[in-house]
C-alpha cells in the first residue's frame, strides 16, 4: 500500500472557498471541530454556498464598531454565524465576492467556542 492522503470535501463551482485567516480562527475552528463537530459541518456547508443569507437568527452583519473591517484596503461586513441557536458559539467572517474566473471566499476572522465579550 502507498502513503494515505486525506481527501478534502470537494467544492462546486459555485461555492465559495474558506479561508483561516488568523491563528486564533485556525485554533477556534479546530476546538468547533471536538465539541460540535456536526454543527460545524452544517456550518461549512452554509458558508460555502451561502455565506450571507441572513436571517436574523443565526447568520446576519454585525452593526455598529464591529460592522466593518478592512481588508486588503477595502472596506467589507463583518458576518456573524452561530454554529448552533442555543450555544455561545460565533464565527466571523468577511465574504470576497467571485471576481472573474475566481471563487468567491469566506475570510474567517475569528472562531468563539463561547459568547464573545464584545457582542454582549
Partial sequence: MGKKTRVERPLRRSDYEIIL???????????L????PGPL???WE???ATPTAAD????????DDLGTVTYQGKEHALWQYKPTVQGGARIWYIVVEPAKGRRGQVLIREVHTHHPNETK
Fill in 46 to 48: 452554509f458558508l460555502t
Fill in 21 to 31: 485567516l488568523t491563528t486564533q480562527a485556525r485554533s477556534g475552528w479546530q476546538d
Fill in 41 to 43: 459541518v452544517d456550518a
Fill in 33 to 36: 471541530g471536538a465539541s460540535i
Fill in 56 to 63: 436574523g437568527r443565526r447568520c446576519y452583519p454585525l452593526r
